[in-house]
């Protein structure tokens, strides 16, 4: 008998320390809903083993007893993981950029560029820039053309890429002299102004906001009154605006991002319901709850800017919309019928450096605006 608990603390400790690694591992991860189902699987084995060892397991109702209620447990415990795996099997359609297929001087590299050099050539103190996701292979095809030729790292040199709430902290914290971007959400210029320091917006180009969905969703336009009525929440079925008889998800951007300020700008007075959330692993196990990234559901709908739809559509997963009945393009952004436009700017916030100007001017100089043209974009200047 003596042996047969030594064996069963030998097998408890065991198997615990085993269940501890693996939910530690699961927690770093972010991924708690498979706790239910490991500690499920952790008792039935420990029990398993103990019946086996202890002659439980003499009579065949013991054993189908045993293994009816295992199975329902494992059965129930199931059912979150199972949940999040058919989520994490629908794609997330990302509005992201390939940094480093934009990165100045590089081999190979994608990055606009002139046919004659540039007439400004910045050979000291260059400003250094920060900037958001969606306007890095613009701004990295003006150092190419102006600045000296060397490495300049994504994440720590004088140009920076960086989303579009870290570019405007960035500036506000005097760590770059300027930063592209779309205009600042009511929270940076309030933020500006707490520091004592005042924003000066130069637009060099425009750009398009645009609204995405399901290559298999019917609807293949909107209007601006029925994206309200959607983002308010007024609107919850894709039927009510012409489509099949299904749920809408509508997804968002998170806070202060170029992409919401420009929501925002455009619900105007109507009030934007609460958008959709997801939990994601931060730090040592830490679980915050943060704005859901778009997944390409069939009754999905999300926006963006239109330099990032061009790779998005790519992959033949989701469409853009019609907005009023005009599609996004350069020509439609350039003469002015699609009607969600707007403009990007340089963003500066009283610096010193002596060829901030200089750089800016040459950017709405027939050059720089060529440049802009030839990134993608639409420039300011025709």
């Known amino acids: ?90 794609p997330t359609v990302g509005a992201e950029v390939d940094i480093y297929q934009y990165m100045p001087f590089s081999e190979n590299n994608n990055v606009a560029v002139l046919d004659e050099e540039a007439s400004l050539k910045l050979t000291d103190d260059q400003p250094k820039i920060d900037g958001a996701t969606a306007l890095y292979p613009l701004y990295s095809a003006i150092v190419q053309a102006t600045y000296p030729k060397k490495e300049y790292n994504p994440y720590d040199s004088e140009v920076m890429v960086n989303t579009t709430p870290e570019a405007y902290m960035n500036l506000l914290n005097g760590k770059v002299d300027m930063i592209f971007a779309a205009a600042p959400s009511v929270s940076q210029q309030n933020r500006a102004k707490q520091k004592g320091l005042e924003l000066k917006l130069t637009p060099i180009g425009r750009e398009a906001f645009v609204f995405f969905v399901n290559q298999k969703n019917s609807i293949n336009g909107l209007t601006i009154d029925q994206i309200k009525k959607i983002y308010s929440g007024e609107v919850k079925n894709w039927q009510d605006v012409g489509g099949d008889d299904d749920s809408i998800r509508a997804f968002q951007r998170p806070e202060d991002s170029g992409s919401q300020t420009a929501l925002q700008k455009l619900m105007e007075d109507t009030p934007i319901m609460e958008a959709p959330t997801e939990d994601i692993a931060s730090g040592m196990g830490d679980i915050i709850s943060e704005v859901a990234q778009y997944r390409n559901y069939k009754n999905a709908i999300g926006y963006t800017f239109r ?24 020509e439609t952004i350039r003469n002015g019928t699609y009607p969600i436009t707007s403009e990007f700017y340089i963003v500066t916030a009283g610096t010193t450096n002596p060829h901030v100007e200089k750089l800016i001017e040459w950017i709405l100089s027939p050059e720089g605006q060529q440049l802009i043209e030839r990134a993608g974009y639409v420039p300011i200047v025709e």
Do not use: W
Not at 70 to 81: F, G, K, Q, R, V
Not at 307 to 330: A, C, H, R, T, W
């Open 307 to 330: 330099f990032y739809s061009n790779e998005m559509v790519k992959n033949d997963q989701i469409k853009l919309l019609e907005i009023n009945g005009v599609e996004p393009s350069k």
């Open 1 to 90: 008998m003596f042996d047969k608990i030594m064996a069963s603390i030998f097998i408890f400790l065991a198997i615990g320390f085993v269940t501890i690694v693996l939910l530690f591992s699961f927690l770093l991860t972010g991924k708690l809903y498979y706790t239910g189902l490991i500690v499920a699987l952790a008792i039935i084995l420990f029990l398993f083993i103990e019946f086996q060892l202890y002659g439980f397991f003499k009579t065949k109702k013991r054993k189908v007893t045993f293994a009816c209620i295992s199975i329902a447990a494992i059965a129930i415990t199931a059912i979150s993981p199972i949940k999040h795996a058919y989520i994490d099997r629908i």
